[in-house]
């Protein structure tokens, strides 16, 4: 769940920062109230292409950073333990810059985006006008499934043991 998201000088916005409270959250607003921008912004921090023309006009160049709480999200914890990135928090930030360079941080470390977007579907959705993302995976039906059996864990256990095996093999 998104607790926190930073912004700053990414297109008109100077600087935005927003605390968003358990639960469902809906952003909406009329037409040219900045809906798109924030939407742009996570899609960034999920891993998106981005190029210079986003950076706010005047600035050397842009950043965004979100603050998630995975307490709840085993597979979010398990994916920065795998790659020993601090699975106690998650915070991803994402820096663009007038010459066209990218850099992209998980828990203060240096990414690559394809593994940004690796974590980031197993941490927010964006459902847009038209536009889908999780519910055409089959992981996701996996683990609707389960949670909604109360089997999570077991699941678990299964993939641990299945991972076992195939080392074994």
């Not at 909406?28 to 939407?39: C, D, W």
Request: charged share 25%.
């Amino acid at each position: 769940m998104i607790i926190q998201l930073l912004i700053n000088n990414f297109a008109v916005v100077n600087s935005l920062d927003i605390e968003l409270d358990s639960g469902l959250t809906a952003i909406t607003g009329e037409t040219g109230a900045g809906k798109s921008i924030m939407v742009d912004a996570l899609s960034l921090i999920l891993g998106d292409r981005a190029d210079n023309s986003v950076i706010r006009d005047g600035a050397d160049r842009a950043d965004i950073c979100a603050v998630f709480d995975i307490s709840e999200n085993n597979e979010a914890r398990n994916w920065l333990k795998e790659h020993d990135l601090a699975p106690e928090e998650c915070i991803i930030r994402r820096s663009l810059a007038n010459d066209g360079r990218s850099r992209a941080f998980i828990n203060g470390r240096p990414v690559t985006l394809t593994q940004m977007r690796e974590l980031g579907e197993s941490l927010l959705d964006i459902h847009s006008q038209h536009e889908h993302q999780s519910l055409m995976s089959k992981q996701t039906h996996r683990n609707l499934l389960d949670a909604y059996a109360g089997a999570t864990e077991l699941a678990e256990e299964v993939a641990t043991a299945y991972q076992d095996w195939q080392a074994l093999l």
